[in-house]
């Protein structure tokens, strides 16, 4: 699966560090989205029955599909609520964050 | 036809942005073979932060009224290196398109260069914080359209972009919402079928502009078809095909009102827009059924 | 077609573009500028070339669709003029701090308003820092054998940066010279097709035209700034080359004529410097230690190479086809600037002339020269070639 | 000179914050700056601002480094480092439902400013109330100024609740505060 | 709204422009300068301002709007930044050569690639060339008072020439700080509505925006020249009165600080300015005779008042928000250029720093007065503020 | 309707140039009091020039791309100098209009400000020496699109800059020909009336570019309505009127044949040329029956 | 009638002549367009019906009417020969010029 | 140094003209330029061009002021001040059906080109025919080299017939020339 993904953001000390141009490899995560959250969401599987429109819908794209169940990605989840009005069956559902 | 890739990931849009769904599945279908440019706006400005780059795929930001001619660049630049099998994709606002954007827009489609063209519609310059577009609609408050008391915002209709577009005689048109988002990726999957430019017009709700819930994104989303204040269709062949046509619309004043950019707005007001919709359904009654 | 052939300076570009094997060409109609996208326009449809015509629809979407297939990793070719120039102002900055190696032509010609079409120097002087390669030509000759030059100079692993090139309107675009075309296969001997990692790329996908914040954004630029400084060095290699492999040379940043003794040196772009090297034989054979520089690139400039030419000289002045509104003709700023950095200590005179086409004659430059060495001249600038008396004091 | 460096999200009104004392310390007869940290602001995204309050004129524009005052109006947001970023005797500020203890260090100062405005407010915006807790602290941030900004900076109809949380806090937090006269 | 407020350098901008009467206002939207623009809507849609809000489509846009409302012989206000300021380039000396007196407040940002929409000052003099007056200001109270003045130096009789006022991007358009306003009767009587001649007029038509051939081309422009740098004395004149009427003095195209006597002389433009003045102070404490020159004026560039200023120093330093890739920064050559005329042969440092907003330290500035003292520097070209080695040689 | 003042005279276009005409009619219709801008282009390059200045009436030459801002701005300047009865008009080329100006003139359109916006259409960038523009028609040779021997010239089709016009919602739009001058003259009486933005797209042939004698422009431009290669329309209220609905039309080929920029077509390629204005015709049928 | 009309050029010799900034009156003509006629448009008035057809689609505007008939401004008149075609009586014919 | 200035119309082919003057110089071994008056050319408006020739490199690219040969291309252009800005012992050549004692200066020198050109090419094109009255005044400019230059720098179709008609018009002239061999 093709995904951005987490690297340790390198300290640049040097120039021969930087790329000449303004351009860069693509798909380089360096900061998760932390702190972005005040509610989250939280995962029932009981209730879900894998219809996977949470997975369609979040803008974040951080519902990802496992097996007929869907996984969060909690690094870079906004907490916007999205997939908790979308789950129809209630499997998903918004706590105070922390 | 949708992929598990996520091609479109860790960026900094507002939570519940309508854009960045649109973004991510027009990606998800179209695939790692993109060529993806887009202009200033949100979904730029959100993504290309060095070191942290969001998109997974190739993609380049144009100068702000270029998109339509780096799409042609780049499709021109493909064939040049020999390239197959790929998709040139360029996704912009509603102001970098409607407005700054549209004639390279223009050109790109009387070149007729094989590309598609997404315009996410959050109406307004959302990057630089709410500024009417071409694209805002009647009423909305905006900052450069204050709703003062007295006034009604934003006094002007949206542009007709879907119908400007295909009165260019483009190979395949379409709107679409963020809120039937099953339709959304099936249009983007046609116009990547398509030889030739294409242009899919689709309503991407930002919380932040529009003054709802970020959860409220894909209702809102869906209201604004249901209410028939957006219609969703295609324009291929020469001719304009309705996707929808619903028997009954749903409350308008529902959908106005639960938003902070309309709060303002009195009943005539939302008559007045109940008017506009109904006028240009009418206008539109003469458009096919879709297949 | 090879051989010497009687041809314009557009047409010329053209051929130097034809056999540098511009992959991609994207341009809008202004003159003078036109021929030289018309006869591109012709050899691609007559298959002569093997290049993709993009019809745009102005100069900034014209930018921006080269700009798109240089990303890709093609060979991209543009070619505008004043107020083309300038309607694609923020696409030249972009394009040069993105490292794009774009090759544009550019038709020196007056900006607006008044409007004209006639030569003088204010559109693309006053673009210098865009951050592009600047080079002005002398001849259609220079001119053919510089838009190839461009390209390799261009994509070199070291520069990497857009070139403009700089034709005076008219006078080079539209007159009709000998000019010796080379061989399609020396020219593939100098110049090889362009092969670069920094593109987009289906296998190892990139981001490009990126954002960098004020954590690193200086450092991007400073790299920019050293990159193009580098050409001034690079240069005279890619003309080592060519004269190597074409046969022809063109020298480096500035051309001196009898700058060694000369007291008096009379500094210019373009065109008009052929004149002016006539105008230093006449001096010398009257016994005055006259001498000329021609400056050949404007960016990166080669201030070090400049204060060498000009050390021994009593007093310089500047043949400037510009005026910067209320200062002086941008080169003499350019020039000053270098003088003083160099030490070098001397009175300097800006003749501003030439602007909106007005003609520059021996006359002028026999006149500039005997400022120069009277020393006569009220404050630093003077405009040349205007018999209109200025009676607003 | 004073400084204060405000954190927040973008939507808790960390920037206005930053200004209502900007304007408070002018109304004293202080020059001040206030201004945020500078880039685009996106809802939910971790933001900064900025209130400089000097005697004199200020001419340093820069970003500020080292705080008289760290103001965090989410807990969430508070992260240990700041300490290093406190000028010597500075204090950082939190609204949060925790205990001090749970930041183990003096120099943090604790309230539960959500809660009261939840019930004044009817919503969790705390960026005005938590000045409460610095007139307490610095004899130079009077009470009264603060209340002129906010009548004269925000729209009435929110000036008039956050006024009332104002002085609550204030109150709350053993300050002595009179808004009779004002709200 | 009157007295002291605590507001941005946008607020202030838009605040000034309410007192000059713009009565017509077009323009797009762009960081930071938006706030200007939505301060303007609002007052228009609240009715506090009687001007007409043209929602325009782009920049160039907006510039063409701005002069179709000039040439009726209305006052015109437009505000851009950095790309937006690029995107209006051909329109910038379509303008100026057309002598419309346009105010346009420019927020100061980098200009892309790589994007940044942080401050610094490449935008604006990027476009030094195009014919207009470019101010530079310090605080959001300056902002305020030249949005004023800039009317009645554009509108002056024997000017007549567009103005841009440049506010550093964020540093002032989004920092608060008390604010003087003045009373609208204040203002009036310092500035009257616009009366022109030279205006499209029912009862004499007109011909604009016209065509001028090589035989008189070069003499409009003299004209444009003459204008401008008339601009050095007027802005004098215009705050003399400002003075007089409102209360409040900026001075003229420099702002000198303890020059008379001193050795070390650091220029710089706009916010900056403040913390090198302050820095001044210190050195003056530890003995050093250290001064600062501010300036405000761009174009015109006042030439004789700089090399005044800096007459008796032994050397001196150019804080640059800005750099001419593969030349240096374009004040530092600018200064320069004056300084040889003015034949003050002393040696020059060019620190350029601030690039994408880099922070530009007290620290940084101390450095900079110890290079200049020390002579120790490598070139004269240095960046300041960057951390990252240069290991490329 | 006509007066007799003659506001554009003494200009240099070429002999018989079908621009020009459409020029001087839409002055004479207007009159005095209007206030003109065009952008670069032949119609102000050969009038412009100092000290002969050829317009009777105020006008202003617009930056290349921005016919449609100045409009815009001529409005509101006459409005804050208090004027009262007069024309704001807009005249610009093919280039002018459907390429480079195509931005400005949507702002226009959108903004709905008063004023006319009359686009003449002599199917290329005259001035800088016939390249091929949006509104160049199939098959014709250009020097951007030369006819080599084996190639068509331009492959492109014109742009349907009057639909793409008329999709704005405009309040007036109508396409017309110098070789129906009244017909001109009366549709520019209708647009000053309307209040809003009006557009007449007016087809003017130039003997220089379209290789015919300077004597041939009537007749081509009534040749190319007769023919159904053009057609005579107006939009207002939300719907299309055509004008003229020729039972029979002329020959395709004549029309062809005639002018140098088509010379080199084959009988195939103007039996291409007839498929296309068939499709056209088919397009239309829709279209209302003018008044 | 308003109409451009012809001025004598005046010799600039002063900038004080010149307009400051780039405008100028309008309707002012210094040169004829002389020339550029090859031929010439020849009115026989005996042959006119005065429909004015000539008038309305002369490009240069040179043919005004003169009562019923017209008359032919020849400094103007470039000899496209348009006038000849669109009169329907013959009342103009080209000639070869002088 | 020959210096050249052709008179015409737009549309009469006076650039190419020169250019073909200028080609034919470069064959023989000369250095040669060739200019119009630059700006936008009319059909049927008023044009010149340039031909500047010499042994040497050409320096001056400026409009030519003092002309050897002046060249008009049709007798309505001719004016009599075109006299002044001849060099010493230079030469006029129009194309006109009149006789040369209308012009009254015997450095005037005449033909009437058009009617052979009507007779050969069909059209009133003179351009090219006109060259034939250079080749036999200037020995400097010799037809073989004009033809050759026809050759390369016209396209085919028109190259013959105007070759045909300089070959007339040289022999009419008096002027020698055997264009067998190219024709
Ligand atoms: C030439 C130019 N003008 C203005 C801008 C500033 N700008 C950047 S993003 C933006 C708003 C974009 O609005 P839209 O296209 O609707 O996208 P959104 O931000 O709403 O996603 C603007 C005005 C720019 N970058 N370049
Ligand atoms: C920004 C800019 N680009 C290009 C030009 C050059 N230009 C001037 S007129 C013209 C052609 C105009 O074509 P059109 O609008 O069709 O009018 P026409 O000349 O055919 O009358 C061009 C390309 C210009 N003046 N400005
Ligand atoms: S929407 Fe609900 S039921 Fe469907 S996959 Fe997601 S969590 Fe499971
Ligand atoms: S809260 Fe929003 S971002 Fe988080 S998983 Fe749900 S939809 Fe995605
Ligand atoms: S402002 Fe709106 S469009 Fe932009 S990122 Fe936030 S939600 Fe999305
Ligand atoms: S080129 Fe064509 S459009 Fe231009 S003036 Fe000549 S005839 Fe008219
Ligand atoms: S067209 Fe003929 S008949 Fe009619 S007015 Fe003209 S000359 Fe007379
Ligand atoms: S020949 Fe042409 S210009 Fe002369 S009068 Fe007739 S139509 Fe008019
Ligand atoms: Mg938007
Ligand atoms: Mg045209």
């Known amino acids: 699966m093709i995904k951005a993904s987490l690297e340790k953001r390198k300290k640049i000390t040097k120039l021969s560090q930087l790329p000449q141009g303004a351009s860069c490899r693509a798909g380089v995560l360096v900061d998760k989205n932390a702190g972005w959250r005040n509610k989250c969401p939280v995962f029932d599987p009981d209730k879900c029955i894998g219809c996977h429109q949470c997975y369609m819908y979040c803008p974040d794209g951080v519902i990802s599909k496992k097996g007929k169940k869907i996984q969060i990605d909690y690094d870079f989840c906004k907490g916007c609520g999205i997939c908790e009005k979308i789950c129809k069956t209630g499997a998903i559902y918004m706590e105070e964050e922390r | ?291 | 077609m090879s051989g010497t052939r009687f041809i314009s300076g557009d047409e010329a570009f053209a051929q130097g573009i034809r056999l540098a094997r511009a992959q991609v060409i994207s341009a809008y109609p202004i003159t003078p500028q036109t021929i030289v996208v018309e006869r591109l326009a012709e050899m691609v449809e007559e298959g002569i070339l093997d290049s993709r015509f993009i019809h745009v629809e102005s100069e900034h979407s014209a930018m921006m669709a080269a700009m798109g297939a240089s990303a890709m990793g093609a060979r991209a070719f543009t070619a505008t003029s004043s107020q083309g120039l300038l309607y694609m102002a923020e696409c030249l900055s972009y394009v040069a701090g993105g490292r794009f190696p774009i090759v544009m032509m550019n038709a020196n010609r007056a900006t607006a308003l008044p409007w004209s079409i006639y030569g003088d120097h204010r559109d693309s002087l006053s673009l210098l820092d865009s951050g592009w390669i600047q080079i002005y030509v002398e001849d259609a000759q220079e001119a053919l054998d510089m838009a190839i030059q461009a390209y390799a100079l261009a994509e070199g692993e070291e520069i990497r940066l857009p070139v403009m090139v700089n034709l005076d309107g008219f006078i080079l675009t539209h007159t009709y010279e000998p000019v010796d075309i080379p061989g399609q296969e020396v020219v593939d001997a100098f110049l090889a097709k362009r092969n670069t990692w920094d593109k987009l790329d289906l296998d190892k996908p990139v981001s490009m035209a990126i954002t960098v914040g004020p954590e690193l954004n200086e450092e991007f630029n400073i790299l920019h700034h050293k990159a193009s400084l580098r050409a001034l060095e690079t240069i005279k290699t890619v003309d080592d080359k060519y004269r190597e492999t074409v046969g022809r040379s063109h020298g480096g940043p500035l051309r001196t004529y009898r700058t060694d003794d000369a007291d008096y040196v009379l500094i210019s772009l373009g065109s008009i410097s052929g004149l002016v090297r006539s105008e230093v034989d006449i001096l010398r054979n009257e016994g005055v230690r006259a001498g000329a520089v021609s400056i050949r690139m404007m960016r990166p400039f080669p201030k070090d190479e400049l204060v060498r030419a000009l050390k021994s000289a009593r007093s310089v002045g500047v043949i400037d086809k510009d005026i910067s509104f209320g200062c002086e003709g941008t080169v003499y700023t350019n020039v000053n600037s270098a003088l003083l950095q160099g030490r070098c200590y001397i009175p300097a005179y800006d003749f501003v002339g030439g602007i909106g086409g007005r003609d520059i004659s021996v006359k002028d430059i026999e006149e500039c020269f005997k400022d120069m060495m009277s020393g006569r001249l009220q404050g630093s600038v003077k405009f040349i070639g205007s018999e209109v008396k200025d009676d607003q004091g | 000179m004073k400084e204060i460096t405000w954190y927040g999200r973008g939507g808790q009104g960390a920037f206005t914050a930053s200004r209502i004392l900007g304007a408070a310390a002018m109304l004293k007869g202080y020059r001040a700056l206030a201004f945020p940290s500078f880039g685009p602001e996106r809802r939910g995204a971790p933001i900064r601002a900025f209130t400089r309050i000097s005697g004199e004129g200020i001419v340093d524009r820069s970003i500020i480094r080292k705080s008289d005052y760290i103001i965090v109006l989410d807990d969430s947001l508070y992260d240990k480092e700041m300490l290093n970023n406190l000028k010597e005797g500075g204090r950082i500020l939190i609204n949060t439902k925790r205990d001090p203890e749970y930041f183990g260090d003096d120099r943090v100062i604790v309230s539960d400013i959500s809660t009261q405005a939840e019930k004044i407010l009817k919503r969790p915006i705390v960026n005005i109330g938590i000045l409460g807790l610095l007139t307490g602290l610095d004899p130079d941030i009077g009470p009264d100024e603060i209340f002129r900004a906010i009548e004269e900076y925000m729209p009435n109809k929110i000036a008039d609740k956050n006024i009332r949380l104002l002085d609550r806090i204030i109150k709350l937090n053993g300050g002595e505060s009179d808004d009779q006269g004002l709200s």
Chains 1, 7 share one sequence.
């Open chain 2, 1 to 291: 036809m949708i992929r598990d890739d996520e091609f479109f990931y860790g960026h900094k849009a507002c939570g519940g942005c309508g854009g960045s769904l649109a973004v991510r599945i027009a990606l998800k279908v179209l695939g790692e073979r993109t060529l993806l440019t887009l202009p200033a706006g949100c979904m730029s400005a959100v993504s290309f932060n060095y070191p942290q780059m969001s998109y997974a795929n190739n993609a380049i930001i144009s100068a702000f009224a270029g998109t339509g001619a780096v799409m042609s660049g780049l499709k021109a630049g493909a064939e040049a290196m020999g390239l197959k099998d790929y998709h040139v994709l360029g996704i912009a606002g509603d102001g970098g398109t409607a407005d700054i954007g549209i004639q390279a827009l223009s050109g790109l489609i009387d070149r007729n260069d094989e590309g598609i063209y997404i315009c996410y519609d959050n109406e307004a310059y959302m990057n630089t914080g709410i500024q009417k577009s071409g694209l805002t609609p009647f009423g909305a408050t905006t900052t450069t359209t204050p709703a003062v008391p007295g006034s009604r915002g934003n006094i002007k209709q949206k542009k007709n972009l879907f119908e400007i577009v295909a009165a260019h005689g483009i190979a395949y048109a379409a709107t679409a919402s963020v809120g039937y988002i099953e339709d959304f990726a099936a249009k983007v999957a046609r116009a990547s079928e398509v030889k030739g430019t294409s242009f899919i017009h689709v309503l991407a709700p930002c919380p932040t502009g529009w003054g709802i819930d970020t959860s409220e994104t894909i209702e809102v989303a869906r209201e604004v078809v249901d209410t028939g204040l957006w219609y969703l269709a295609e324009y291929y062949d020469g001719e304009y095909h309705l996707n929808r046509r619903p028997k009954e619309f749903k409350d308008v004043g529902h959908y106005i009102r639960r938003q902070g950019r309309f709060k303002h707005l009195k009943d005539e007001d939302i008559n007045e827009i109940i008017r506009l919709r109904d006028k240009t359904w009418d206008r539109i009654s003469g458009f096919n059924t879709a297949r």
